[in-house]
T-cell receptor, first 109, second 116 residues
């Protein structure tokens, strides 16, 4: 079957750096996306990696290694407002988007 | 530009009833996907429509159905509601066409359905 694995919860300190990992096992691969969802809100798109390497968007960066079926989201200079759930999702053949179960990021002052 | 609009925002229904939820995608987006999210759970894929055709379907019972109109607006219907259907139902639209690109799905704010 197709699956994505990511930690259920990560805790970090305000101002620090945190990495959320995602490993995937899918039939076919087009790209890896990351979404952020605050409690009570809708998921919002953060990044998309189709090729190996690091994509940087402000304080957020996303990395992909297709040979390792692995990616991560890196959040720098953590702020309290970054407390949210983060989902990785893989776009596979057949126009399917497979989602991870989400990682709850807890930020402590 | 306007975002993805879902109506209604909140809904309370009784077991056994049916419900119809509506989603208006971003103008020009032809792909509309529906998801169910329960507390503490990830996104469970229901189905995806592209140009009025159901292109993908998740593992939900036949009580869950949907459709898409020529203007890309989509509806999903749940018949014979069960208590376990209480959830946040999210709709997402995308400009994705034949091949994936540097895309992103834009989600609506969701419809929170409570079945009592």
């Amino acid at each position: 079957g197709q699956s994505l694995e990511q930690p259920s919860e990560v805790t970090a300190v305000e101002g620090a750096i945190v990495q959320i990992n995602c490993t995937y096992q899918t039939s076919g691969f087009y790209g890896l996306s990351w979404y952020q969802q605050h409690d009570g809100g809708a998921p919002t798109f953060l990044s998309y990696n189709a090729l190996d390497g690091l994509e940087e968007t402000g304080r957020f960066s996303s990395f992909l290694s297709r040979s390792d079926s692995y990616g991560y989201l890196l959040l720098q200079e953590l702020q309290m407002k970054d407390s949210a759930s983060y989902f990785c999702a893989v776009y596979t053949t057949g126009y399917q988007l497979i989602w991870g179960a989400g990682t709850k990021l807890i930020i402590k002052p | 530009k306007a975002g993805v609009t879902q109506t209604p925002r909140y809904l309370i229904k009784t077991r056994g009833q049916q419900v119809t939820l509506s989603c208006s995608p971003i103008s020009g987006h032809r792909s509309v996907s529906w998801y169910q999210q329960t507390p503490g759970q990830g996104l469970q894929f229901l189905f995806e429509y592209f140009s009025e055709t159901q292109r993908n379907k998740g593992n939900f019972p036949g009580r869950f159905s949907g459709r898409q109109f020529s203007n890309s607006r989509s509806e999903m219907n749940v018949s014979t509601l069960e208590l376990g259907d209480s959830a946040l139902y999210l709709c997402a639209s995308s400009s994705l066409g034949e091949l994936p690109a540097n895309y992103g799905y834009t989600f609506g704010s969701g419809t929170r359905l409570t079945v009592v």
